[in-house]
């Protein structure tokens, strides 16, 4: 429908904030607010960016329109309608929307479609097309419109339909066609002076010609025998010219061929020097390295001395050592016999000692169960006597039997704490057994151990030794790697300053720059240079280095952010200049390159990767590689390409050409791949001195480990050595340990057996008076109890015997026991440890022998190593031998190569001033040749036979016959010599001029037609639009005014046409004035003088009034009635009224109203009127019949729309309404 959904408005006026109204209705829309809120800056908002009003705005205007008020200052305004377009009424690409915006600042006023900036003529174009005309722009009715139209007079309404009905255009036409005609007539009269002038000029040139024709015949013979003359001396010339170019090409060939061998021998001079260098420099690596080998072969010859003076000393001591040694196996063996046999016998009598303690104790034993019975039956047997009765018995055991209680108590307590003390012992017994075991196997394996440790420590050395050769060898290879790196950068050095040479000096310093930049800061996205990134075969390098010129050289980088930084540093650093090709902007050139096989595309023969292509397209898609000059110049004319040749001559367009020798030593493109790969080189190789500096602080980390490891087992040989005494006094301190603890321990198992047995009698004892509590009370003992009585007397007797003899063989075996053991402990053990730690000590056999053993492992170690030095210097030796003799070879060599090229370069030389005399013999020849063709051109055109008729005469004929000519053109001196050319030309001037005003006689027919045409069709539109508009302006005023109605009257000069129209052209006449004036043919707009309305309010017969008879509301209605016939004679999408209620009564107001919602209803069905309506008002009427309302409010210098209901809305306007009243 192209109805608008949404309008957004910011800075505006009063709408300071982003006010974005809530989506339109396409139907009626009403918009209320109070005075000032700012209900007519929304309408004026809408005018703005339609371009209604505030067309061509000026600075200050512009600024009338930006929002004003306290806080920032606001810099730009813009207002944005979002119109519907899913019936595609806005072409723009068949989208569902078209967002038009204006956005205007204190200099600029842009206009925007679909977000994308645009002309002022293409919107107010699209807005034309979509149906909203400037020629009728009645779909905006703003303030004061309704008013003007009410006030017009008939004139101004006759112009007003005149402007709807596009008559202006048809004005301007004719008015453009009649101007067009006075041009064409003036043309005319110009052209026929003009031709009267060409004849008298034609007559006066009749009588020339004749005197013409004879001095012609004259000038054709002199033309002829001059011809013959310098044609004679032309072909003479070019001969000599021939000559002297046939010498140069052999010349040049020679030239070429001794420059080929000259700078072949260059560069096999250069090749020599680079190997001597080479050379040189291991010559020096040589003898540093001789150096340094001798150096350590004097340090190892030193120390193999030294170990042979050590070897000798130990030698001699070995033999006393062994004596001493081998008594001390006699001792030894000798006393851990005798030690072995002790421990035999103590070990046998150990046993009979302890069956005999335990024999002892189970008698004691039973002797102590013994005497306790029988105490006890004599204390019984004496109670008896003490006591009279049971009671006083029983009360005297009661207490006795708590004594034995408590004494029970004390003693189970007492047994308790011995049994733990005992567990205690025992366990110390086990560790310190533990302990005497470790410590006796680690005594038996001294000597074992003594020999790990003397491996581990020979180990350890071996192992510093070999790092410290490796670390020796590193520091070799580290200054052989010092001097290459040097080697290398002087070449680098060397190319980088002739590359430089073949470069302006701010590029050097940009590229050198650039190279700096990317390794300290880390640049991400340069690719490269052009150069570095392209690989081209040898036969295109030159055309390919041509071509690209100075962008051989330009910076590939992936976008715009990485070209920009890649300047600023530039620029920050005062590092030169650069051109950075970005690959997001590069493009392809799309220009008409040709493929044939005189002519092959560069780009194709270029190798470089992928993601380059539009870089290297853009700096070499149109040039082409033909095989000659002439074929370039032809592709670079028809094609317009950059065409070269393969050896760098290039054609260009104007016709010249460029090219030359091109010397390869002064190649950019080689020059710069070669100190990219000298740079290469040196990175690589202070990649590898790195790495060895590396590899010597690893080493020397190692050395220091290993030195610390030869501490640490040097440090474990000693501290075993002097640990194996200690040992054996440890040994010796448990051992006495564990003989006091077995002492305690049997000293505590007799006392636990001494507190058991006295548990046990205190038990019986407690036991035996509770039942003699429990028995009766009896003067004297049972029998039984009297016989027990007499029985124990002799059994304690028997057990007291037993007891003694048990007891002394029991002491007996002690003594002997004890004899053994401290015989073992005090003597016999003492001296074997002592012998033991001699044999192990540092004077010991074990000892002098390892050491024996290192010194002549040392020895052979030490001999390999001088036997690999000599083997290494004779290797050295035969090397310097070779590198020497190479060196004199290739100094003869390079000096023979000298000697070589010194001749080429004096034979080059001799060949270049010949060239040279060739040259400038050859350049007066062309000035001479091209003098004499100068000649031949100036004389013109000449007959066929002139060209062979004098080529048999001889020179001296030749300049008589000249004479003869030259003295009879004298005679014609006077002719006018361009009467033949004169008279052709202003023929041919007649012509086109007679021709030219027959043009323009048809033109001027044509123009005179199309006036009629325009006169004609001005008329139709204007009857055309006044009948549509009379006829809705009828049916308006009807549905306005049910009780009446109304009319428009076209108003004539005379008043009997003015009368006649009344009758016919009202709009009861179906046809209207078109159809009168078509018949009578002489009635056109010019008779028209203008619009006259005729209403009747109250009856549709009564007569009608004028409406300048009408009152204010009534004309307000005439001119709303008027507005809606206009509006549906032009249809638009939408419709915008401010206030046009504001003069109404209040029935006109509801019948205005009830108009907009039958409008809004038909949405435009047919294209007969309807659409979208947003109005304002101050009155309740519209407010009834809208589809959707809104409010403007006015706060904080602001202001602010809102989406009302109708119910709200009409309060607010009943508020306003009370408020104005």
């Not at 600075?59 to 813009?78: K, N, P, T």
């Not at 002038?197 to 002199?222: P, Q, T, V, Y």
């Not at 071509?547 to 976008?559: C, K, Q, R, W």
Request: hydrophobic share 35%; net charge negative.
């Amino acid at each position: 429908m192209g109805y608008i959904k949404q309008i957004t408005i910011q800075g505006f006026k009063s709408y300071k904030d982003q006010t974005k109204i809530e989506p339109f209705s396409p139907k009626t829309n009403i918009v209320v607010g109070r005075n000032g809120a700012g209900k007519s800056n929304f309408f004026a908002a809408v005018r703005f960016v339609l371009g209604d009003d505030y067309e061509n705005l000026g600075r200050e205007e512009r600024q009338a329109l930006l929002h004003e008020g306290s806080g920032s200052a606001v810099m730009s305004a813009y207002v944005e309608v979002v119109f519907d377009n899913t019936d595609g009424r806005f072409q723009n690409n068949n989208k569902s929307e078209f967002v038009l915006r204006r956005t205007i600042g204190a200099k600029k006023d842009e206009y925007s479609m679909d977000r994308k900036s645009t002309t002022k003529r293409e919107v107010f174009d699209m807005l034309e097309a979509a149906g909203l005309s400037r020629s009728n722009p009645f779909y905006i009715v703003p303030q004061g419109r309704v008013t003007a139209i009410t006030n017009m007079k008939d004139e101004e309404r006759l112009n007003l339909l005149k402007e709807i009905s596009g008559s202006n255009v048809y004005e301007k036409r004719r008015t453009d066609s009649l101007k067009l005609m006075t041009e064409t007539e003036n043309r005319c009269t110009r052209i026929d002076d003009l031709v009267s002038d060409i004849n008298l000029r034609l007559k006066e040139l009749e009588g020339e010609k004749k005197e013409l024709e004879a001095w012609n015949k004259s000038d054709r013979e002199r033309r002829a025998l001059l011809y013959t003359m310098n044609a004679r001396q032309e072909a003479e010339l070019q001969e000599k010219i021939e000559n002297i170019d046939a010498y140069r090409h052999n010349g040049v060939a020679d030239v070429d061929g001794h420059n080929s061998q000259f700078r072949q021998t260059e560069e096999e001079i250069a090749e020599i020097d680079t190997e001597i260098g080479d050379l040189k420099g291991e010559l020096d690596m040589l003898i540093a390295d001789r150096s340094q080998l001798e150096g350590e072969r004097n340090d190892a010859t030193r120390h193999k001395a030294a170990i042979e003076l050590q070897l000798n000393d130990l030698s001699d001591e070995q033999s006393a050592v062994q004596q001493a040694q081998r008594q001390r196996d006699t001792q030894i063996k000798k006393l851990q016999k005798e030690i072995s046999n002790r421990e035999k016998e103590l070990k046998s009598l150990v046993p009979q000692y302890t069956e005999k303690r335990a024999e002892e104790m189970e008698v004691r034993s039973q002797l102590a169960e013994a005497a306790g019975q029988q105490k006890r039956l004599e204390d019984k047997q004496g109670r008896t006597a003490m006591y009279t009765n049971k009671r006083q018995r029983d009360d005297a055991l009661r207490a006795r039997i708590a004594e034995i209680s408590v004494d029970l108590a004390t003693r189970k307590s007492i047994q308790m704490q011995t049994t733990e003390d005992t567990a205690g012992v025992r366990e110390e017994i086990a560790t310190l057994e533990t302990d005497i075991e470790r410590l006796e196997q680690n005594l038996d394996n001294e000597g074992d151990n003594s020999i790990n440790l003397a491996e581990q420590l020979q180990k350890a050395k071996d192992n510093q030794d070999a790092v410290r050769d490796r670390q020796n060898e590193l520091f070799r290879q580290e200054r052989r790697m010092h001097s290459e790196v040097d080697t290398a950068e002087r070449k680098l050095q060397n190319a980088e300053r002739e590359f430089s040479h073949l470069l302006d000096h701010a590029t050097s310093r940009g590229l050198e720059t650039l190279r700096r930049l990317q390794k300290h800061h880390n640049l991400s996205g340069v690719h490269g240079t052009v150069a570095e990134l392209l690989e081209v075969n040898d036969m295109y390098k030159i055309a390919a280095e041509v071509a690209a010129g100075p962008s051989l050289f330009h910076v590939i980088v992936d976008n715009d952010n990485t070209a920009e930084k890649v300047i600023n540093l530039l620029n920050k650093e005062k590092g030169g200049r650069l051109t950075c090709i970005p690959l997001n902007r590069a493009k392809a050139r799309q220009g008409n390159v040709p493929h044939t096989a005189d002519a092959q595309p560069l780009l194709p023969k270029l190798k470089f990767a992928a993601q380059y292509t539009k870089a290297f397209s853009q700096v070499f898609g149109n040039v082409v590689v033909c095989p000659e000059l002439s074929i370039c110049q032809s592709f670079v004319r028809s094609h317009d390409v950059i065409a070269l040749t393969p050896d760098g001559d290039r054609a260009q367009k104007k016709g010249g050409y460029h090219g030359g020798y091109f010397d390869p030593r002064n190649s950019k493109l080689d020059a710069y791949h070669r100190v990219f790969e000298l740079r290469s080189h040196v990175e690589e190789l202070r990649e590898k001195q790195d790495g060895v500096k590396h590899d010597m602080d690893a080493c020397r980390q190692e050395l220091n480990e290993a030195a610390s490891e030869v501490r640490r087992a040097e440090y474990r040989k000693n501290h075993a050595e002097d640990s194996y005494a200690p040992m054996r006094h440890e040994l010796r301190t448990k051992q006495n340990e564990l003989r006091r603890k077995k002492a305690l321990l049997e000293e505590m198992e007799r006392t636990l057996a001494d507190l058991a047995s006295a548990v046990n009698v205190l038990g019986s004892q407690q036991s035996d008076l509770e039942d003699e509590i429990a028995s009766d009370f009896k003067k004297a003992l049972t029998r039984d109890e009297e016989e027990l009585l007499q029985s124990l007397s002799g059994t304690i007797r028997d057990l007291r015997k037993q007891f003694a003899t048990l007891s002394e063989e029991r002491s007996e075996l002690e003594m002997r026991k004890s004899d053994m053991e401290v015989e073992i402990r005090e003597n016999l053990q003492p001296s074997l440890d002592r012998l033991l730690e001699q044999q192990a000590g540092p004077g010991g056999g074990g000892s002098q022998s390892t050491r024996l053993k290192e010194a002549q492992r040392q020895l052979n170690n030490i001999d390999k190593t001088v036997a690999d030095f000599d083997r290494r210097l004779e290797e050295l030796e035969a090397r310097r031998e070779e590198v020497n003799t190479r060196l004199i070879q290739l100094e003869e060599a390079r000096t023979e190569k000298e000697t070589s090229n010194r001749n080429l370069a004096r034979s080059i030389e001799r060949h270049k001033k010949g060239m040279e005399k060739s040259l400038q013999k050859r350049a007066q020849y062309r000035d001479e040749l091209a003098a004499i063709q100068r000649d031949i051109r100036e004389l013109g055109t000449l007959p066929d036979e002139a060209y062979q008729k004098y080529t048999r005469w001889s020179n001296d004929k030749l300049v008589t016959e000249l004479d003869k000519a030259n003295k009879a053109l004298k005679k014609y001196s006077h002719v006018n010599k361009k009467a033949f050319q004169q008279y052709e030309d202003f023929t041919k001037r007649r012509a086109a001029l007679t021709s030219r005003r027959d043009d323009l006689s048809e033109s001027r027919n044509h123009i005179e037609t199309l006036i009629e045409v325009l006169d004609q069709r001005k008329d139709e539109a204007i009857a055309r639009t006044f009948k549509q508009v009379a006829k809705y302006f009828k049916e308006v005023f009807v549905q306005l005014v049910p009780a009446g109605t109304g009319r428009l009257i076209i108003q004539r000069r005379s008043d009997r046409e003015a009368a006649r129209g009344a009758a016919h052209d009202s709009d009861s006449d179906a046809d209207g004035p078109a159809t009168a004036a078509a018949a009578r043919g002489k009635t056109s707009v010019e008779n028209y003088t203008g619009v006259g309305i005729a209403v009747s309010f109250n009856s549709k017969h009564d007569e009608q009034q004028r409406i300048q008879q009408l009152s204010g509301g009534q004309k307000a209605l005439c001119a709303l009635a008027l507005v809606f016939a206009i509006q549906q004679c032009d249809p638009a999408p939408f419709y915008l009224f401010d206030e046009i209620d504001a003069n109404l009564d209040a029935q006109y107001r509801s019948a205005v109203a009830e108009m907009l919602r039958k409008l809004s209803g038909k949405g435009g069905e047919g294209g007969e009127g309807g659409g979208q309506f947003i109005c304002t008002t101050f009155r309740p009427e519209m407010v009834h019949v809208a589809d959707k309302c809104y409010a403007v409010s006015y706060g904080e210098m602001n202001s602010k729309i809102s989406v009302y209901s109708k119910e709200r809305a009409l309060e607010f306007v009943e508020e306003s309404q009370r408020v104005a009243r």
